[in-house]
Nanobody, 126 residues
Framework: QVHVVESGGGSVQAGGSLRLSCTASGMTASSYCMAWFRQSPGKEREGVAR????????QYADSVKGRFTISQDSGKSTIRLQMNRLTPEDTDTYYC???????????????????WGQGTGVTVSS
């Protein structure tokens, strides 16, 4: 059984930084996709960044390129999302998602991911 647990998040002023973490347990494949999505009430869940575990492939949404960095703890099923130069538009609930296939083999859409964490809130004040 796969479990996905996020941590981090919180409140910060515009221009500040936060780091999110996500650990997946129960994933038995040597490589697979882990990703961060975000969602506001009434809006679709938006892909932020994703990484293929143990392969190094990464992909970012245009809105976060150059500000956010996704990384994997070496040899572990744990990823981080370092978020710098945050703006109020980054305020959302952030979700970690995991799927069995390598990231570059499928579209970066929420419906493509099978396993999800509970979400963690990020609030950026102006």
């Amino acid at each position: 059984q796969v479990h996905v647990v996020e941590s981090g998040g919180g409140s910060v002023q515009a221009g500040g930084s936060l780091r999110l973490s996500c650990t997946a347990s129960g994933m038995t494949a040597s490589s697979y996709c882990m990703a961060w999505f975000r969602q506001s009430p009434g809006k679709e869940r938006e892909g932020v960044a994703r990484i293929t575990i143990n392969r190094g492939y990464t992909q970012y949404a245009d809105s976060v390129k150059g500000r956010f960095t996704i990384s994997q703890d070496s040899g572990k099923s744990t990823i981080r999302l370092q978020m710098n130069r945050l703006t109020p538009e980054d305020t959302d609930t952030y979700y970690c998602a995991v799927d069995w296939f390598n990231c570059d083999s499928f579209s970066f859409l929420a419906r493509s991911f099978e396993h999800w964490g509970q979400g963690t809130g990020v609030t950026v004040s102006s």
